[in-house]
């Protein structure tokens, strides 16, 4: 990382964009010419961060375009790079300072991207486009493993951030906002919310202890590099939580059976989890798939849509909330 380029700037917004502007300079139909106009800002701002001129940055296009950041491609000499922007209506969903002080945080771990650039006020980032890399493969035993040994590590780290992940206070959010757009059609739904509220406060009476998460450590933000190296991308919602969130969210995202938990359960405590540690994997498993089942039904009032995802994060919900009464209870028969 280069610590002189990673650090706050004047703040890049395209709602500044006078649309008048964009059409008299380029005498082009508004939208054709509002995409001129901004493609022209972030090369300026790429030949700006790096001090070349603008005729050096070569091969700019889009890379990923969707509600939650547009990404594009770019190259100066033979080195590739990712220009990420957030996308409209994201700074009520992510904190980007929050952001910003967890890439602070854990770059000096050598576990994530190599960041170029950040902007902790408009969340613009730029970091090394690793061409030859993808994800890990959930139905590999070894990546796997490795998936949470990264993880482990990461908790064990002693990174300590300003900032936490409250799974109650986002259910909250998310809960709200869905109600302004009269998003939430779950069957049961009255019920299944009072079973998450009791949840709840069965957490808020456990001793928990707090590690710096990655809150969304899916398969999709560990990358493989071609020499075989992990890293651990996207540190949007990372924060202080309860550690085993992050393996309730990783099994949640590539929707785990309970063998599956288990299997991903052993590799990360390298034996099997105690009484409590399996309780709370089993809440947040619960309150993981309601809350991205209100993720999707906001989604929903974006004009977005996931299938059937919606409804198997609510049935994860209703599931892990039977099994984790269940094993609370005392009438769960697992081999603990």
Same mark, same amino acid.
């Given at each position: 990382m280069n610590a002189d380029r990673f650090k706050q700037t004047e703040e890049f917004n395209n709602k500044d964009i006078n649309q008048k502007e964009i059409t008299r300079t380029y005498n082009l139909p508004l939208d054709k010419a509002y995409k001129e106009y901004s493609n022209a800002k972030?090369?300026?701002k790429i030949s700006s961060i790096f001090h070349v001129n603008k005729n050096r940055i070569k091969e700019f296009k889009p890379l990923d375009l969707g509600m939650t950041n547009d990404s594009f491609l770019f190259k100066i000499d033979d080195k590739e790079y990712i220009y990420r922007i957030p996308g409209e209506g994201t700074d009520e969903l992510v904190n980007r300072r929050d952001?910003? $002080?967890?890439?602070?945080?854990?770059i000096p771990l050598g576990i994530t991207e190599n960041v170029i650039f950040m902007d902790p006020k408009t969340g613009v980032?730029?970091?090394?486009?690793?061409?030859?890399?993808?994800?890990?493969?959930?139905?590999?035993?070894?990546?796997?493993? $490795?998936?949470?040994?990264?993880?482990r590590s990461l908790h064990n780290s002693n990174i300590r951030v300003p900032h936490s992940f409250n799974i109650e206070k986002n259910i909250l959010f998310y809960e709200n906002i869905c109600? $302004?757009?009269d998003a939430i059609q779950l069957e049961d739904y009255s019920k299944v919310r009072s079973k998450m509220g009791e949840l709840i406060s069965i957490l808020k009476d456990m001793d928990i202890p707090?590690?710096?998460?990655?809150?969304?450590?899916?398969?999709?933000?560990?990358?493989?590099?071609?020499n075989g190296e992990f890293k651990l991308i996207d540190w949007e919602y990372a924060g202080m939580c309860d550690p085993v969130i992050d393996i309730a969210m990783f099994a949640l995202y590539s929707e785990f059976d309970e063998d599956r938990l288990e299997?991903?359960?052993?590799?990360?405590?390298?034996?099997?989890?105690?009484?409590?540690? $399996?309780?709370?994997?089993?809440?947040?498993?619960?309150?993981g798939g309601f809350l991205w089942a209100l993720w999707a039904a906001y989604k929903q009032v974006l004009g977005i849509t996931f299938g059937d995802y919606m409804l198997k994060m609510y049935q994860y919900a209703r599931d892990y909330c039977k099994k984790a009464m269940n094993l609370i209870r005392g009438v769960d028969s697992i081999g603990i």
């Open positions: 972030i090369l300026s952001e910003y $002080r967890n890439y602070q945080a854990v980032k730029i970091s090394e486009y690793e061409s030859k890399s993808r994800s890990a493969d959930v139905d590999d035993v070894e990546e796997l493993k $490795r998936c949470m040994e990264i993880i109600r $302004r757009g707090i590690k710096f998460c990655h809150i969304d450590p899916n398969c999709d933000n560990f990358l493989v590099l071609p299997d991903i359960m052993g590799y990360y405590f390298e034996g099997k989890p105690d009484f409590g540690e $399996r309780i709370r994997i089993y809440i947040y498993m619960a309150l």
